[in-house]
């Protein structure tokens, strides 16, 4: 065990854990509700710091992220635990592993190995990811610190519901993120995932202003969030609050973990949702896991050239260069070179 970051004595039994949006209060010997954190002797500590239970070298669109650093690789890290319990976890084997099987699994690896392999295999960037990283704050906030010494971005991959004061402590060491917004609906987020909307919208907000490049996902699950108002409301705030720049990746749901009796997100639904983004004034829309569809390109708003030409997680560089169209000169927002 390893002491852990952000918390507080409540009084000489109990401790809260200030890590996210829950504030968990534990007595003696109790768990978070992301199953990794412990109180013990009336102090808080987190169980998986040198426990890493998935590492990967992937290509950076598989985050998905396609305004940050693309074509280049990225070293992908996560542990066991989940501050959510989506009942569509795409992810559950990992995520809700310490709450089914009550143990905690991983190999030994510190931050030092983590930054070192990242450079071995020639990536540019760490991602924690897999799991919910906000739950490993602790394993990321070191590693992290010890990548943007050696010149390497941090992404992270996350359902944003992490306290201020988290945020606070990985201002200057995350440059890029990708965070699910699940839905528009509070109700959803409660009866789905075991969460609360608003302070994942709070935290996008915060994020952007930050200056960390946001792009958002949206997993559309059928007759659960893919009502044409509730997209049209996910749309407006992305471009009302975050910006018009902010890509906006639409992912087709297919039928897991708990939800198994569902169907797999049609292409209309899909197609909708694009068109709606579009319709909202979002520049930079995306579907994802429709092998062949073209609406993982991107274009250039102005002359409609095609910019990046993506088959999978495959992207081809074609006409941007120095973050520009190529043929208009239109400035393409996103993090073009790791300098």
Same mark, same amino acid.
């Given at each position: 065990?390893?002491?852990?970051? =952000?918390?507080?004595?409540? $009084?000489?039994?109990?401790?809260?854990?200030?890590?996210?949006?829950h504030f968990c209060i534990l007595k003696e010997g109790e768990t978070g509700r992301c199953g990794v954190r412990v109180n013990q002797n009336n102090e808080l500590y987190t169980l998986v710091y040198d426990k890493v239970a998935a590492i990967n070298i992937d290509p950076i669109e598989k985050k998905p992220l396609y305004h940050f650093l693309p074509g280049t690789k990225t070293f992908s890290s996560g542990t066991v635990g989940c501050n959510f319990s989506c009942i569509f976890c795409q992810n559950h084997s990992l995520s809700q592993y310490p709450k089914k099987h009550k143990e905690i699994v991983g190999e030994r690896v510190t931050p030092e190995i983590i930054v070192e392999a990242c450079i071995k295999y020639n990536c540019e960037s760490i #991602? +924690?990811? +897999?799991?919910?990283?906000?739950?490993?704050? !602790?394993?990321?906030? $070191?590693?992290?610190?010890i990548a943007v010494k050696k010149n390497l971005k941090n992404v992270i991959v996350s359902n944003g519901f992490m306290s201020s004061k988290c945020l606070d402590e990985l201002e200057g060491l995350i440059h890029a993120a990708n965070i699910d917004l699940k839905s528009f609906s509070d109700e959803f987020y409660k009866k789905m995932c075991d969460g609360k909307l608003k302070p994942v919208l709070n935290n996008l907000i915060s994020l952007k202003k930050m200056g960390i490049w946001l792009e958002i996902t949206t997993l559309l699950i059928p007759g659960k969030n893919d009502q044409e108002k509730e997209l049209r409301d996910i749309a407006r705030f992305i471009k009302n609050e975050l910006g018009e720049d902010v890509p906006w990746h639409i992912s087709r749901f297919h039928p897991d973990y708990q939800l198994l009796d569902s169907t797999v997100t049609p292409? #209309? #639904?899909? !197609?909708?949702? +694009? !068109?709606? %983004?579009? #319709?909202? %004034? =979002?520049k930079y829309v995306y579907i994802g896991n429709v092998p062949g569809t073209t609406r993982e390109n991107t274009y250039c708003p102005v002359c409609g050239s095609i910019l990046i030409k993506r088959t999978g997680f495959h992207a081809e560089i074609l006409?941007?260069?120095n973050g520009q169209c190529k043929k208009c000169k239109t400035s393409i927002p996103g993090y073009w070179e790791n300098k």
């Open positions: 065990m390893f002491k852990a970051r =952000l918390w507080k004595k409540v $009084d000489e039994n109990r401790v809260q854990c200030q890590l996210c949006n #991602s +924690y990811t +897999y799991s919910e990283p906000t739950i490993f704050f !602790e394993l990321m906030q $070191d590693t992290a610190r292409l #209309s #639904s899909l !197609e909708m949702a +694009y !068109e709606i %983004g579009v #319709s909202e %004034g =979002l006409n941007l260069k």
